[in-house]
């Protein structure tokens, strides 16, 4: 098979791989229908994160299931399936609890960008859906993977409510979804911080109903400039800088919450000052694989459209290119296709 390859920053080419095998009885391995490029595999991309060996992609998948272990008993050869970026069994006290991106047998998913995937853990990771879905509802199942689940997330994590003010710190896919995602759950206001005017206006087709384009300081300012003063209920961390974190702790209320998604890069909390701004704070890897049926029922009736995140689609032999249209912005998220 052909799949995706990083071998520096810059530099992802399109290579022979060998074929995924069942390894252990709890494996499937899927035929790739969409993947995808996410933000956090820019992070490598860029330089900011060390890249070693050369090693595939990708952690975003939806796909038809080719071969199961013995005993992958719930999903079957033939039928699409979705999964999350973390595998869980979904039988530990931890996947029991919720929290199926700690599960004890847990392995990230990163060889998605290729036309087959081996996916571990199949028997509590993957969810099929009753028929195959058309084709215009694939974008958003995949969104489902992650971004989606990873905003839903974040809106859980920084306790958005019915009545409630959501700030959604970030705009790229997984912000966006965010946006989705306080409105889901009943934010009354959703104030969503973004400088790109494509990325706004997806944000207020998504329930936005605020825009705030300054960052830093003055970003806080506007954001208490629009809550009386006081900071915002919830606010949702969907990038991952210093910048950012300081930006979601200082535009949240006493007694609010902060939802951090971003991956953390160079991230470090005041201790004393968190103790005494009076705010909460939760993140982490989205336990995706909780909201999963959820969030494709949400999905196949039509209520939420998630894949609107993908405004560039390419075939999977130019991932290259899709890796630099989001590097250098000219796409939100890239959506890939064997």
Same mark, same amino acid.
């Given at each position: 098979m052909r799949g995706a390859v990083i071998h520096a920053p810059g530099d992802v080419r399109f290579e022979t791989l060998d074929d995924p095998k069942i390894i252990q009885p !709890?494996?499937?391995v899927i035929r790739t229908v969409s993947t995808c490029v996410c933000g956090s595999d820019l992070w490598p991309y860029r330089g900011a994160e060390p890249i070693g060996d050369p090693h595939p992609? @990708?952690?975003e998948y939806v796909g038809i299931v080719e071969e199961v272990g013995s005993e992958v008993t719930h999903v079957r050869p033939g039928q699409f399936v979705v999964g999350s970026f973390a595998t869980s069994d979904n039988t530990c006290v931890n996947c029991r609890n919720g929290w199926q991106s700690s599960c004890l047998s847990r392995e990230f998913m990163s060889t998605c960008q290729a036309e087959y995937v081996r996916i571990?853990? #199949?028997h509590g990771t993957l969810v099929a859906t009753d028929e195959h879905p058309d084709a215009e509802m694939v974008p958003s199942l995949l969104a489902v993977s992650d971004v989606m689940g990873t905003g839903w997330y974040a809106a859980l994590a920084a306790e958005v409510k019915p009545g409630?003010? #959501?700030v959604v710190v970030g705009d790229g896919a997984v912000g966006l979804c965010g946006v989705i995602a306080a409105k889901e759950l009943g934010a009354e206001r959703i104030i969503a911080m973004s400088r790109h005017e494509s990325r706004q206006k997806l944000a207020l087709e998504f329930g936005a109903t605020d *825009? *705030?384009? +300054?960052? $830093? +300081? +003055? $970003?806080i300012a506007r954001v208490k400039d629009l809550t009386g003063g006081i900071g915002a209920d919830s606010v949702l961390e969907?990038? @991952? !800088?210093a910048e950012s974190m300081r930006q979601a702790l200082h535009s949240t209320r006493p007694g609010g919450n902060v939802g951090f998604v971003g991956v953390p890069h160079e991230v470090s909390i005041d201790g004393q000052e968190l103790f005494f701004s009076q705010v909460g704070l939760r993140g982490g890897p989205a336990p995706v694989r909780r909201y999963l049926p959820d969030l494709i029922d949400r999905v196949l009736s039509g209520r939420i459209n998630p894949g609107k995140v993908f405004d560039l689609t390419l075939p999977l032999d130019q991932v290259a +290119? @899709?890796?630099? #249209?989001m590097d250098e912005r000219r796409a939100i998220k890239t959506l890939l296709k064997p």
């Open positions: !709890t494996d499937a992609m @990708g952690h571990p853990n #199949a409630s003010t #959501a *825009i *705030i384009s +300054e960052r $830093g +300081e +003055e $970003g969907c990038v @991952g !800088t +290119e @899709g890796y630099k #249209a």
